[in-house]
């Protein structure tokens, strides 16, 4: 009976590891805030704390972006574009920030659609405990096609960091799918346009996605983080 006891207890022990290490995923960033407006000029994100001397990025998402990239209104921070990119009329930017404060920075962070035009807005901005942006790519489906997996493949095969992606989706309520090796860190279940991104510990050259529903219109970037005293390429 004992023996008995002793082998249901390891079983129970071990399903409880199989069970954590299936389900956890690396911590791979930090989500801050992610969001969604109607039609508007500008977008004002809820009020984040971005850590001293870490990467924070920023995926955001316009449907009125075919006349240029929005721009980030922001007293506390200094911002940057990592890429951007437009099949026509929507729009994926990538942008970034590295607070030199020894402290760190509270506020909140607002977009501002180019000349004045009215857009529907998504972001979700995520920090990692990287410094520097290897390399980034940005690719949508005019470049690609429509087919499953939507994937963004990175210019180089660098190996020296690691790996994050955002894909924009447009017209769908499909939940974003990470391919192989990656996990979802951040973003908003879809309705109308939302921005989900995904990332892994490790380097891969492509960041891979997928949806159930409505995978046609999609934009995705890519980008490999590291820690190092590189600048960014």
């Not at 249901?8 to 590891?17: D, E």
């Not at 980034?136 to 429509?146: E, F, I, N, P, R």
């Amino acid at each position: 009976m004992t023996r008995i006891l002793s082998i249901l207890a390891l079983a129970l022990l071990f399903g409880v590891f199989l069970v954590s290490t299936v389900q956890a995923a690396p911590p791979i960033g930090t989500p801050l805030t992610h969001g969604r407006q109607a039609k508007s000029v500008t977008a004002t994100t809820k009020s984040v704390t971005t850590p001293a001397n870490q990467l924070t990025l920023m995926w955001v998402a316009t449907t009125n972006g075919g006349n240029g990239q929005p721009k980030i209104q922001d007293s506390m921070r200094s911002w940057g574009t990592v890429q951007t990119g437009s099949p026509g009329l929507r729009r994926l930017t990538l942008f970034y920030t590295l607070s030199v404060a020894p402290e760190p920075v509270t506020g909140p962070v607002t977009m501002v659609n180019p000349q004045g035009q009215i857009t529907g807005w998504a972001w979700t901005m995520i920090t990692f405990p990287a410094n520097t942006v290897l390399q980034s790519q940005y690719q949508d489906y005019k470049m690609l096609g429509v087919k499953n997996p939507k994937q963004v493949t990175l210019p180089n095969a660098g190996n020296r960091g690691f790996v994050v992606a955002g894909f924009a989706m447009n017209r769908g309520d499909s939940p974003i799918k990470p391919g192989d090796g990656y996990f979802l860190i951040g973003g908003q279940p879809c309705q109308n346009i939302c921005v989900q991104a995904i990332g892994r510990k490790d380097f891969a050259q492509s960041a891979k996605a997928s949806w159930d529903r409505y995978p046609n219109h999609w934009m995705g970037i890519a980008a490999e983080l590291r820690v190092c005293p590189c600048t960014m390429d």
